[in-house]
């Protein structure tokens, strides 16, 4: 048989199976059993998946080998093509190589990670040897009980009798004595541990939150454009998160368990080698229980995370549309909705409680079994006269440190696992290239007439769908510019192309005779006052959002460039005026006070050129004029763009061009492009009733 064959033949035995548990529109569950007690492959698929178009939000659970994906049900309209999703994915990370690689691409991140530390190199020193200390002390915590007890049992200390201390008393003290102090030590010891582990962990977490978020603002749109809000929040809070909690106790916890081990494993082969033996036995047991209760109560717990997931979810949803429930009267609906989410919960609550009791009084019968076990022989040892008093003592009580490692390792490398694929993830996001690379010609803004030329532009975001063609224009400086045309027809992203969200696929955009890519990027954009059709405000004051497009500005700044934009009167007449916080996104103020102090914003920066996208689609009319006026008197000093659909914005621009499909099909001013008789004339009418829009034709493809 061929070797494509047989790799055809691999692939559709391999091939995982998957089952639809559930689903509504926009949320299905599913069973996917290759995902079962597999953390690292269901953190990989889930953060792949996310990626994939529609995809809105994936939870992978290797605790119960299910997943829950959300989606855009105007994408992914049927199931099949959900499931054809999930199944592309697992297919890419099932591959016979893949397990392996992945497994050393985790490593490689971490320890990619470690090499971070040096510049903290009195951190990276001071930490482990603080744990060091800790542990051999906290290994010599069970003599503050063993000595005292060995003294009043035995006939006394031949060591402190040969020191000069007689009789049981006296040194049934100096026992205490020492065992109190080695307790006290151990106390301060582990303090200083957990202060140096603490601020490692957190330098840590800080300098990689600080190096992802400064790279995501490095990347172009393009780059980021497959992660959703949510999920850029999930690696710069909770992946970083992740390996803070790791570097908190993962280290201390190895080292505490490895210096118990060895301590503990070397006293008991001194004291009796078959007292060590014994110890030993129960070792397979406990870590076969350990990992059975650990496999168990976790996916007890799942089903509750589950149901507080869609609870959290419903609440979400409701919250945010609270005004539409509203509307159509649905509060009784909604309350009866979120009253059987929340019994869910609290009966899903009530089974892994059950469970998990179960579960917990196992382990304990295990570890007492083998304590038990133990104490019995070393008991028939002593008895025997095998072993001193004082050794079998020490065995009784330093048993359970020595047996308590093996559930503490298993613990560990849970939280190594989950830090390991955090750190690949981060260093994924790290290790994307930026692409919008900064020119070396810098030019004070002062300096920067305007004059603006795209040269032969054209551009796609996806390969073989331009969105621009082989567009020329001309836009002079100290003058206004409007660019319209239909929905779709590219004039956002030509902006975007000035301002160098993204570079052209062919042709030059030329700023006073400089290519944009040469320009310092700082500069640039320093030099362009843009205010968007999706207008971002900050949950601040409305004097804090104004003054963010120029920080050093004065109050009497501040005010004039309000006025300027017609949000002075408005201003005045909220409860604190300029010191009135506005919520998030401005969620207090109407669509057209939001659009106001966002033009405000721009003017306050003073930039040589403006940019106007629908910056006044959400004001009314009169509104609009003044602005209108205020813009015509800024002309004189600046280059003003002007992008809108309301054509009467752009009527007294000096030229206007108009966008169609991607294409230049006109320029010209106003009336010139009436004379035309062209598609400007055809907008113009249908905006102003005097021609009512015909259906549009469906076009061959």
């Known amino acids: 048989m061929r070797n494509g064959q047989k790799s055809e033949l691999l692939t559709l035995h391999t091939r995982p199976k998957i089952e639809l548990r559930s689903a509504i529109p926009g949320r299905e569950r599913w069973d996917v059993p290759c995902l079962y007690r597999r953390l690292e492959l269901a953190l990989v698929v889930e953060h ?55 497994a050393r691409s985790t490593e490689l991140s971490l320890y990619r990670l470690l090499q971070t530390v040096p510049p903290k190199r009195q951190l990276a020193l001071s930490a482990p040897a603080s744990s060091v200390v800790s542990s051999l002390l906290q290994t010599l915590t069970p003599l503050v009980f063993v000595m005292p007890l060995a003294t009043a049992i035995s006939g006394g200390s031949l060591l402190l009798t040969a020191l000069g201390i007689t009789g049981k008393v006296p040194q049934l003290l100096v026992m205490s004595s020492l065992g109190a102090a080695i307790f006290g030590l151990f106390g301060l010891a582990d303090y200083y541990r957990k202060k140096q582990w603490n601020a490692l962990a957190h330098a840590i977490e800080h300098d990689m939150r600080l190096n992802v978020f400064a790279h995501m603002q490095e990347l172009d749109m393009a780059s980021l454009g497959d992660l959703s809000t949510g999920q850029k929040l999930h690696l710069v809070v909770n992946d970083t998160s992740e390996l803070r909690t790791f570097f908190e106790d993962g280290p201390h916890e190895l080292i505490r368990t490895l210096t118990a081990f060895t301590l503990v494993g070397t006293a008991a082969i001194v004291i009796s080698p078959s007292l060590a033996l014994t110890a030993l036995l129960p070792l397979p047991l406990l870590w076969w229980v350990a990992r059975y209760v650990n496999q168990r109560s976790a996916p007890a717990y799942a089903p509750v995370q589950e149901a507080t997931s869609d609870l959290s979810h419903l609440l979400t949803s409701n919250l945010s549309g609270l005004e539409t ?26 089974e892994a409680v059950s469970v998990s009791g179960f579960l917990s009084n196992l382990m304990q019968l295990a570890f007492v079994s083998s304590l038990l076990l133990t104490g019995t022989v070393g008991g028939v040892l002593f008895i025997q006269g095998a072993i001193s008093a004082m050794g079998y003592i020490t065995m009784v009580f330093c048993a359970p440190m020595f047996l308590q490692s093996v559930h503490s390792l298993d613990r560990l490398n849970g939280s190594y696992q989950r830090a390991a694929v955090a750190a690949q993830r981060l260093f994924e996001l790290l290790d994307t290239p930026v692409r919008i690379i900064s020119g070396h010609q810098s030019l004070p803004a002062a300096e920067i007439r305007g004059h603006i030329t795209l040269q032969n532009v054209s551009f796609s975001y996806d390969p073989g769908f331009e969105v621009l063609h082989d567009i020329t224009l001309h836009i002079p400086a100290n003058a206004t510019t409007a660019i319209i045309g239909p929905t779709g027809s590219g004039k956002t992203t030509l902006i975007k192309l000035i301002l160098r969200f993204y570079d052209t696929g062919m042709g030059h955009v030329v700023i006073d005779g400089i290519d944009v890519r040469q320009w310092v990027l700082h500069d640039l954009r320093t030099a362009i006052g843009l205010v968007s059709q999706d207008v971002y405000l900050f949950p601040g004051t409305v004097h804090e959002n104004i003054l963010y497009g120029r920080p050093d500005a004065s109050e009497a700044e501040v005010t004039e460039a309000a ?77 003003i763009i002007i992008i809108a659909h309301r054509l009467s914005t752009v009527r007294h621009a000096n030229i206007i061009y108009v966008l169609d499909n991607g294409q230049l099909r006109e320029q010209g001013d106003h009336e010139t492009l009436m004379c035309q008789q062209g598609l400007y004339a055809t907008l113009w009418n249908v905006h102003n009733g005097l021609v009512i829009p015909s259906p549009v034709e469906p076009q061959e493809t």
Do not use: C
């Not at 592309?88 to 591959?95: G, P, R």
């Not at 007449?573 to 401005?586: A, D, F, H, K, V």
């Not at 969620?587 to 003017?603: H, T, V, Y």
């Not at 930039?607 to 996208?613: E, R, T, V």
């Open 563 to 639: 006025r300027v934009a017609e949000a002075h009167d408005f201003i005045l007449q909220l409860p604190q005026g300029y010191e009135t916080i506005i919520g998030e996104r401005g969620q207090k103020l109407s669509g057209g006070q939001r659009q106001r102090l966002s033009i405000a914003r721009a003017i306050l920066k003073n930039a040589p050129i403006l940019i106007l996208d629908e910056a006044t689609a959400s004001v009314d009319g009169e509104t609009e004029a003044a602005i209108q006026r205020s813009i015509a008197r800024l002309s004189d000093q600046r280059t």
């Open 48 to 102: 792949n998946l996310q990626k994939q178009a529609g995809i809105v939000d994936v939870r992978a659970n290797p605790v119960t080998g299910r997943m829950l994906v959300r989606y855009d049900p105007a994408v992914l309209s049927v199931s099949e093509k959900v499931k054809t999703l999930i199944l592309a994915v697992l297919d890419t990370f099932l591959a016979p190589h893949t397990s392996e690689n992945d």
């Open 325 to 350: 429930i509203k509307s159509f009267t649905a509060e009784t609906y909604e309350l009866e909705q979120v009253r059987h989410s929340s019994e869910a919960v609290r009966q899903r609550n009530a």
